[in-house]
């Protein structure tokens, strides 16, 4: 798709760490915690909820690398999709993040995301549930949208078709933004677009370790 920086895979070769034949895998900017990547496939899809059946088994085996890898050199991570609901690519990715970051003016803990987000993180009630990759294959083709947040190989879906998108708010219970500034309370993460130098040098260091960690 045209003007779509995850399908111009020259301009971000940089910041891609793995990749397979049809997925590839990156590093972002606003870092919450070192370690933190992108899963992204090679063609563009809107969101995962979009992605061929064919294809579920190769994503699969690199969920599980990238759980290996990220659990053995930061912390086990959990996952984030905005399922075309308030992503700001708006081609499919799901964020890898660590449940635990111990650096100095960074550290959080998380003991289960969809607990302290979306139960806890303040604000209305969000409708979500577990589900199968088809049963969210099937609410993506329904409602138009989804959130999605995976941890220890539990998949849940949070229904977002009623609510509308406030990125000045970021809507603490459904944008990781949200949650770790506003939730979690850490600096300099609001935004990838707009980083003050300080935040920059802060982030490069995260972008930096996770480069030189998760090379596999
Ligand atoms: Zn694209």
Redesign the pocket.
């Known amino acids: 798709?045209d003007n779509?920086?995850?399908?111009?895979r020259s301009k971000i070769s940089e910041d891609i760490l793995y990749e397979s034949p049809n997925f590839f895998v990156k590093v972002g900017f606003a870092l919450y915690s070192a370690g933190q990547v992108m899963l992204i496939p090679k063609?563009?899809?809107d969101c995962f909820g979009d992605l061929p059946d064919e294809l579920e088994g190769e994503k699969q085996k690199l969920e599980d690398i990238l759980m290996k890898e990220i659990s053995r050199k930061f912390s086990e991570p959990f996952q984030v999709e905005m399922g075309k609901w308030g992503q700001s690519?708006?081609?499919?990715h799901t964020h890898f993040v660590p449940l635990v970051n111990r650096s100095s003016g960074n550290s959080y803990q998380i003991k289960r995301i969809i607990q302290e987000m979306v139960v806890l993180g303040g604000g209305e009630k969000i409708d979500y549930e577990e589900v199968s990759v088809s049963a969210l294959k099937k609410i993506y083709h329904e409602e138009g949208g989804y959130v999605s947040i995976k941890q220890s190989g539990r998949l849940y879906v949070c229904h977002v078709k009623d609510i509308p998108l406030d990125p000045i708010n970021l809507h603490p219970q459904l944008t990781l933004r949200g949650f770790f500034s506003k939730v979690k309370g850490i600096s300099g993460v609001t935004s990838w677009r707009e980083m003050s130098q300080e935040d920059k040098l802060i982030d490069n260091e995260k972008r930096e370790q996770t480069k030189s960690k998760l090379f596999f």
Do not use: P, S
């Open positions: 798709m779509c920086i995850f399908c111009d063609k563009h899809y690519v708006k081609h499919a």
